[in-house]
């Protein structure tokens, strides 16, 4: 992928608000040129979504999430991947990372509150064939997410509005 | 003490140096609230977290004592690993380099190190803010050349040969250039080099903007062949690295220099804040990437900031460096930079404040996010579209 590109999708990456107008004048490209790329890698599946980060604490609609390590017995031929496909496609499952060490799937769950993501492992997660155990570890806190901080802001507001 | 009495005690030389353009600006912007600054000459970004980690641990382990008058032997020679590692050249720790409470202090040691009374010293206009009164209050004399917007704010070595004389002592360049954002190349160094050599010049070299260079690769004018004995090279952390507010630099110099440099140091500064250079330290080890990072973001800013500037009309010269441009507008800057903080609450720095022959001239910083410069130059182009209907009536 050439240079420009990788920009554009950095810069996407950082605020998907910015306007077609300003990503060509930050990279020296003409306008058609940027809207042309970006339809690109929409269509290829480049850029899957535009979403907004959502500090849900602060409405006071936080859900509840639970981190949870899977031990699975691999498929003879397709490895993690059917069983994986199988607990991606829950909607409670926001990410599913085959990861190494101790156990195989490490699994983030949302629920709107404990008994839900309990149950949901319960029920869903634990008797899925080939799921071998599971164990939950429910986040107490959430500090940094997707490179966002959520406590501690900086404050810029003291530097000077006219310095040499 | 009546104040008339008072005000009599203040040198003369101090009493005449004007209020800098900038301080008077200043004082117009504060208390006014809902303004975009593109007047800053300091990054938005905050300094790099393991820079600030770096200062913690300092802190927890207590150091926070005096440090050799040259600066921590450990910082002066990342600081000379960095230097050749970047450039070639190569300074010696132990002698040849003095760490400095930012370029400003730097600046000021190497001026009064070199200027005998009366001594003149050639100041390249546009230019810093902090260069003709420190030549003055080392009891010298600048010589002030002024470059132009038509040669792209470039020195002219032909104009430079029409001005010297046997007085004069040294030169100062800074590139890239506060307030253009003009850098040379190594061919323009090397004419100035020889200018130099031929008057028997000393070269301070401002190059605290050295890493921020976005179409090139920067060129110290120390490294160029058989230089580097007169040249005083100056750079610091305060822009690279978004320190400003922990004000520490160096300098770097033949021996003999930097003696003299490290003598007016020690008795004026005694040494650079040893929290700061910790943090140093940290910059120079670990700060690569963090640099990299934020350059990127100035080059995309500064793209966006000249194509705006180049869609309403403006004269201005591509910046290649630092996070400045200087477009002159065709109207007074002084006024138009007053009126356009009044109506519009965007503050720029008229160009004057960097050169009196800069009359219809802004600087304007792009140290800020591509959102605030987008709305900022909204405005602008509002404004300039009201001065356009107002003249039309
Ligand atoms: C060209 C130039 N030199 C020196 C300085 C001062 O730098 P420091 O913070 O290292 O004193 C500045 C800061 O604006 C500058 O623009």
């Known amino acids: 992928m050439e ?32 809207k042309r790329k970006i339809r690109e890698f929409e269509e290829k599946g480049i850029i899957l979504k535009y979403k907004a980060v959502i500090d849900w604490e602060k409405v006071g609609l936080e859900r509840v999430c639970a981190l949870i390590d899977v031990k699975v017995a691999p498929e003879r031929d397709k ?29 983030l769950v949302e629920g709107r509150d404990m008994k839900e993501v309990a149950s949901f492992v319960a029920e869903k997660l634990a008797p899925l064939e080939r799921v071998q155990s599971t164990t939950t570890h429910f986040i107490l806190k959430r500090y940094k997410e997707n490179g966002i901080k959520f406590f501690g802001e900086e404050d810029k507001r003291r530097r000077l509005a006219i310095s040499p | 003490m009546n104040d008339e009495k008072i005000k009599e005690k203040i040198a003369e030389k101090v009493k005449n140096m004007p209020k800098s353009g900038i301080r008077k600006f200043f004082d117009l912007v504060i208390g006014m609230e809902n303004v975009i600054s593109l007047g800053v000459g300091e990054p938005d970004f905050v300094t790099p977290w393991n820079i600030r980690e770096a200062i913690v641990y300092s802190l927890e382990k207590g150091y926070t004592m005096y440090t050799s008058n040259k600066g921590l032997e450990e910082l002066r020679e990342e600081i000379s690993r960095s230097i050749e590692r970047d450039y070639g050249v190569y300074y010696n720790p132990e002698d040849e380099i003095i760490v400095t409470v930012g370029v400003s202090e730097a600046l000021d040691l190497a001026t009064r190190a070199i200027i005998n009374p009366n001594e003149k010293v050639i100041v390249i206009d546009p230019s810093y803010v902090a260069y003709k009164p420190c030549v003055e209050l080392a009891h010298g004399k600048a010589l002030v050349y002024s470059t132009n917007i038509e040669n792209g704010f470039k020195v002219d070595v032909d104009e430079l040969e029409r001005i010297v004389d046997e007085n004069t002592k040294a030169m100062i360049i800074n590139y890239p250039n506060n307030p253009t954002g003009v850098t040379y190349t190594k061919k323009e160094l090397e004419e100035i080099a020889d200018f130099a050599v031929e008057h028997d010049l000393i070269i301070i070299s401002d190059e605290v903007y050295d890493k921020l260079t976005y179409d090139s ?36 110099a033949n021996k003999h220099i930097a003696e003299a440099m490290l003598k007016i140091h020690q008795y004026t500064m005694l040494c650079a804040p040893i929290t700061s250079q910790f943090a140093a330290i940290e910059a120079l080890k670990n700060g690569k990437n963090a640099v990299k990072e934020m350059k990127e973001e100035y080059r995309r800013r500064r793209n966006y900031v000249y194509r705006r500037l180049r869609e309403i009309g403006f004269e201005v010269v591509k910046p290649e460096g630092a996070f400045y441009v200087y477009p002159r507008i065709g109207i007074n800057g002084e006024k138009f930079a007053e009126e356009l903080l009044k109506k519009k609450r965007v503050a720029v720095v008229p160009g004057n404040a960097f050169g009196s022959s ?36």
């Open chain 1, 3 to 34: 240079n420009k590109d990788v920009e554009i999708l950095r810069m996407l990456e950082e605020d998907a608000k910015l306007s077609i107008s300003e990503i060509a004048k930050a990279l020296e490209l003409e306008e058609e040129e940027v």
């Open chain 1, 79 to 107: 490895g993690y991947d059917s069983v994986a496909n199988r607990i991606a496609g829950f909607p409670e499952v926001k990410a599913l990372y085959l990861v190494s060490g101790a156990y195989d799937l490490s699994v």
């Open chain 2, 217 to 252: 690769k920067h060129v110290p004018i120390a490294s160029l062949n058989g230089i580097r004995d007169r040249v005083i090279y100056l750079n610091g952390f305060s822009k690279a690295y978004a320190m400003t507010g922990l004000r520490i630099g160096y300098a770097c």
């Open chain 2, 358 to 393: 800069y009359r219809d001239f802004i600087r304007i910083s792009f140290a800020s996010s591509i959102k605030e410069l987008k709305e900022a130059f909204d405005r602008i182009e509002e404004f300039i579209n009201e001065i356009k209907i107002e003249k039309t009536i």
